[in-house]
């Protein structure tokens, strides 16, 4: 493991936490969080789909066990596997399947970022895109009552969606460039 590169990742997510999930209140949810230090980041080293499993399902135990005020989520950051944004979109499946065979459905979830997350129906460079575009391929481990507080804590939750649509259209993609994010270039295709 390589200590300086799982730091440069970490510190790349950050960057993308603060500046453009906290930044533009993509999500309305995380300062709270990130403000509490109670957001765990997990660099992968896994290069297959069985070790990422693997990994995955130990950080869904870690947070399935500990308390909310000590890791409320997980961000677990897999740079060298699933960099095919299609490939890693069918591995959420796997991930569906993983969350029921360990009795954690319903106590769990995980939410899927990727930097070239694509929206059914979108165009690749489609700015709506970019909510959920993060530096590395990660899976985002969300407990389900923390999620039920802070929606039912916010005024129309359910607008969030289309707000950060919004926001990223009148950003635009200079705007975005312009927040200074780490661009993860994908490996070339073999």
């Known amino acids: ?4 590169t799982d730091e440069t990742i970490i510190s790349a997510t950050k960057l993308w936490l603060e500046r453009a999930v906290i930044g533009l209140n993509l999500c309305p949810f995380a300062k709270a ?6 957001i765990r980041y997990v660099v992968s080293n896994a290069v297959t ?3 990422l499993l693997r990994d995955l399902m130990r950080e869904l135990e870690v947070l399935a066990e500990t308390p909310a005020v000590d890791i409320d989520t997980t961000l677990l950051i897999h ?3 699933l960099t095919d944004f299609f490939e890693y979109n069918d591995f959420l499946d796997v991930v569906d399947a993983a969350l029921e065979d360990m009795d954690l459905e319903g106590a769990l979830q995980v939410a899927s970022f990727h930097p070239q997350y694509q929206f059914a129906g979108t165009q690749p460079d489609d700015i709506e895109n970019y909510t959920n575009r993060s530096p590395y391929p990660m899976m985002h481990l969300l407990r389900e009552a923390s999620m039920v507080q802070a929606v039912s804590a916010f005024p129309e939750a359910e607008k ?3 707000k950060n649509i919004e926001t990223l259209r009148c950003l635009g993609h200079t705007g975005w460039n312009d927040l200074g994010l780490v661009q993860v270039s994908p490996p070339p295709k073999k």
């Open 33 to 38: 969080v990130h403000v509490k230090n109670q």
């Open 160 to 162: 969030i969606f289309d």
């Open 79 to 81: 740079p060298s596997v």
């Open 1 to 4: 493991m390589n200590i300086t």
């Open 49 to 51: 789909h069985e070790d």
